[in-house]
Antibody, heavy 121, light 107 residues
Framework: EVHLVESGGGLVQPGGSLRLSCAASGFTFSIYAMTWVRQAPGKGLEWVSGISSSGGRTSYADSVKGLFTISRDNSKNTLYLQMNSLRAGDTALYFC??????????????WGQGTLVTVSS | EIVMTQSPATLSVSPGERATLSCRASESVSSNLAWYQQKPGQAPRLLIY???TRATAIPARFSGSGSGTELTLTISSLQSEDFAVYYC?????????FGGGTKVEIK
């Protein structure tokens, strides 16, 4: 059974940084693209970033480009999201999700339960 | 980026009735379209991918249709557990984009 467990969320001041992690198990992590999706309180889903299975290809939403960095360590079965220069608008529940594909964008067939990031002074 | 627009924002339906949810793309996504269901306090769940293929363990009352810019999710006979928010998502290109969601509520 696929398990995705996010961690690293918390309360951070505007302008601060956080690094989210997503520990994966129950599948061969190294052969699937992975994604971060966020959901602000009471709002819809927003795709944040994606990374190919090898890590060689990444993509970002315009809202986080240049501020967030996605990466992965296939030896540790872990996905990361480094978030810098955080703003109040980044406050959300951050989900990691597994793609059904290796390199190209694809549907997201497994999701973690999310980690909450709150940006506030 | 491809903009996904869902309608209606809220759909009031009685149990046992049919629900039809629409998703429009700002440009063709071919069949690179997924539907997700999200209940309060839960992560989204993949229902449909490839515009019309049900994901594992999804009941047959859920069906997807369409391609290009006009896509539809139909729930043939609503059960109590189907009242939730539904999102469409295109994966034709990065960045992936979601629609704003349709809330299906009890009438």
């Amino acid at each position: 059974e696929v398990h995705l467990v996010e961690s690293g969320g918390g309360l951070v001041q505007p302008g601060g940084s956080l690094r989210l992690s997503c520990a994966a198990s129950g599948f061969t992590f190294s052969i699937y693209a992975m994604t971060w999706v966020r959901q602000a309180p009471g709002k819809g889903l927003e795709w944040v970033s994606g990374i190919s299975s090898s890590g060689g290809r990444t993509s970002y939403a315009d809202s986080v480009k240049g501020l967030f960095t996605i990466s992965r360590d296939n030896s540790k079965n872990t996905l990361y999201l480094q978030m810098n220069s955080l703003r109040a608008g980044d406050t959300a529940l951050y989900f990691c999700a597994k793609s059904t594909r290796i390199e190209a964008p694809g549907p997201l067939d497994s999701w973690g339960q999310g980690t909450l990031v709150t940006v506030s002074s | 980026e491809i903009v996904m627009t869902q309608s209606p924002a809220t759909l009031s339906v009685s149990p046992g009735e049919r629900a039809t949810l629409s998703c429009r793309a700002s440009e063709s996504v071919s069949s690179n379209l997924a539907w997700y269901q999200q209940k309060p306090g839960q992560a989204p769940r993949l229902l449909i991918y490839g515009a019309s293929t049900r994901a594992t363990a999804i009941p047959a009352r859920f069906s997807g249709s369409g391609s290009g810019t006009e896509l539809t999710l139909t729930i043939s006979s609503l059960q109590s557990e189907d009242f939730a928010v539904y999102y469409c998502q295109q994966y034709s290109n990065w960045p992936l984009t979601f629609g704003g969601g349709t809330k299906v509520e009890i009438k």
